[in-house]
């Protein structure tokens, strides 16, 4: 039987901090895959990680593998975890919470001197974000072996191949493979993750047990018209990129708002040349449409697609549309989800079923097992901004919440 813990919410918070401070910018918190900040994060959890009891190494593909060994050796084990890499601009808690909790659970079971039928691995998965090859999951989806050799060829910012940047990064893109986990080595995956969202501060309540994880597809949409002289050429003889991208934009918003419970976003923009004197003649931008409802965000992304086909036909632009990510809303299994409500009950808190918006990698997980997610509370439910806060008890009910889920795994 194991102990109950001593409390691990400050250790957990202190890290969070230090974590927090690996950038590419001082004070300001970006953590882009495969870049020299990404590998001193990589470095340090795997320090906690072998503090913690557990051997620890970078995967193929740049994941962070702990391992805490089971009664004896080679055992399939519990996979818990979540993603290291942060969108630009960033929250500390969005995915180091989740890998940073479960590595204070392992040490504190090792502290016990606690072993199970079954081993542990915490996994910081490398790129969940997709930030900078504009898709998304590619870390957990390599340990699912179900990662698309496409994206290596995906270019970044700086015309960069992925291939080239694993390289850069001391990885061999023709071993990713390797990384790949099967069926049986993996009983089950518990994602603990802040709810980037208003409900659990809106019902008083520190963790939520989520119920699904929404599906979302990006695109990337190319608008070619022509570049001009802004002082000469007349209104009406104009083929202006930009101009044709804000009246796509706003039929986004238009349609999206129309539709209970449909999401659209244009994240991301390149306009070229990008001159102030220089009509726009080239745009490049990213739409992100989800929904809870596969049906729905599929219908959602045909409509949009003919919307701003339409609009590039009626201002003369070419249109050119490619679908860079597309994921289908995974439903939490059963058997986890009710271990996950009994150890929510046991810690004495209510257990409040919701979905998740946003993505997470137990989306990739759920291809070789069955996942659960523990949500923890968030200040107003910011995210994916500097403001994202999570209150130490909160800190502390969730890493209760999780050791519990795997005691009685
Ligand atoms: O976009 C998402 O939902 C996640 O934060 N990557
Ligand atoms: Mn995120
Ligand atoms: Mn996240």
């Known amino acids: 039987m194991t102990q109950l813990p001593r409390k691990f919410g400050r250790e957990i918070a202190e890290r969070i901090d230090s974590l927090g401070a690996i950038s590419e910018t001082p004070g300001v918190l970006t953590r882009i895959y495969l870049t020299p900040e990404h590998r001193a994060a ?137 990384a790949a986990h099967r069926r049986d080595d993996v009983l089950g995956y518990i994602e603990l993750h802040i709810e980037q969202g208003p409900v659990l501060e809106s019902l008083g309540l520190p963790v939520g047990l989520v119920t699904a994880i929404s599906g979302a597809t990006r695109l990337s949409i190319t608008l070619e018209g022509m570049a001009g ?89 070419t249109c050119h549309v490619a679908r860079i990510h597309d994921n289908r809303s995974v439903p939490c299994g059963p058997r986890i989800s009710l271990q996950i409500a009994n150890a929510i009950r046991r810690q004495g808190y209510a257990v409040h079923e919701l979905s998740s918006g946003a993505g997470h990698d137990g989306m990739a997980i759920a291809d070789i097992c069955e996942i659960g997610m523990i949500f923890v509370r968030c200040r107003g439910g910011i995210s994916h901004h500097p403001d994202e806060h999570v209150e130490l008890s909160d800190v502390e009910a969730g890493a209760q919440v999780l050791f519990e889920a795997i005691a009685n795994f």
């Open 42 to 178: 990589a470095d340090q959890l795997m320090a906690w990680m072998r503090e913690a009891g557990m051997s620890a190494h970078l995967d193929t593909i740049g994941n962070v593998v702990g391992r805490y060994e089971g009664e004896k050796s080679g055992l399939p084990c519990l996979m818990l975890g979540s993603h290291y890499d942060t969108v630009r601009n960033a929250g500390k808690w969005d995915g180091p919470l989740g890998v940073i909790t479960a590595i204070s659970c392992v040490g504190e079971l090792n502290r016990q001197r606690k072993r199970f039928a079954f081993a542990i691995e915490v996994v910081g998965f490398a790129d969940e974000e997709g930030v900078r090859f504009n898709s998304t999951l590619l870390g957990s989806r390599a340990i699912a072996g179900t990662f698309d050799e496409r994206v290596l060829d995906a270019q970044d910012r700086t015309g960069g191949t992925m291939r080239q940047a694993l390289a850069a990064f001391g990885l061999d893109a023709g071993k990713i493979e390797t």
């Open 229 to 317: 002289h802004a002082g000469t050429v007349p209104m009406d003889k104009r083929r202006d990129a930009l101009a044709g991208a804000a009246e796509c934009i706003l039929a986004v918003e238009t349609y999206c708002r129309s539709q209970e419970g449909l999401v659209g976003t244009v994240g991301q923009a390149i306009v070229a040349p990008g001159a102030t004197n220089v009509i726009p003649g080239k745009l490049t931008f990213t739409l992100d449409v989800r929904s809870g409802s596969d049906d729905q965000r599929r219908k959602a992304v045909e409509e949009l697609v003919l919307r701003m086909e339409a609009i590039a036909a009626e201002r003369s632009l």
